[in-house]
């Protein structure tokens, strides 16, 4: 009986790491800041996702502000033209408006818009001898809450989120690897392995994710 030829070994050759090239930034309604980065691949639409979102852009010039970047969750360009741009902490804001050469107040916050010029539109008094209508138009319903924007690196399964950077894997074999939750349905966690971009999604339960080391995190 001959022997089975030994299998040949195939050697992978993981995907090249996507480098942050600029950056998208500015402030919600409420004044929270919100930033995140784009590879050059990617920088076209980000752009465009800008203009749409009145963001600013900032283009990474050098290692060291790529590397500031990477402070930040990797946004996404949706199909309808808007970008995933998460929610930042503050003490990091200040640096992107630097980077952006827009001038600080004293208390190292941009300014805020200025309000547009002219008088102040004339309220119409009611008529003599009769009373003011009161308003039926009724308030605005509130906004429904958004998806909970999570810590890039969470220490706490409670600070996992979009755009939170895990531990996953497609098997007891296969060893953990980094994801990032890029949607959550539930206690379901859509993912995409941070270094293989080009896999399809991957769905996980909470209780089948794991939190990076604390040197890492």
Partial sequence: MSAKPAPQLVAEVPLRPMTP???LFGRDDAGRPRAA?????EAKLAAQAAEVMNLRVVQLADDEQRAFADLFTHGRVFSSGRAFVPYVRR???PRLLELAGVQLDSDGTDQAPAAEDGPPAATQEPERGTLPRASTAAPPPPAP??????????RDRDEIGLGS???????????WWEAEVIGINGT???L???????QPTILR?????????????
């Fill in 37 to 41: 980065w784009f590879d050059v691949s």
């Fill in 165 to 175: 950077i895990v531990l996953a894997h497609e098997g007891p074999d296969e060893g």
């Fill in 145 to 154: 809450p958004g998806p909970f924007v999570g810590h890039k690196l969470p």
């Fill in 21 to 23: 090239a600029l950056v």
């Fill in 192 to 198: 995409r392995w941070r270094d293989y971009p080009t």
């Fill in 91 to 93: 003490e990091l804001f």
């Fill in 188 to 190: 379901v966690h859509s």
């Fill in 205 to 217: 339960r909470a209780d089948e994710l794991a939190l990076l080391p604390p040197a890492k995190a």
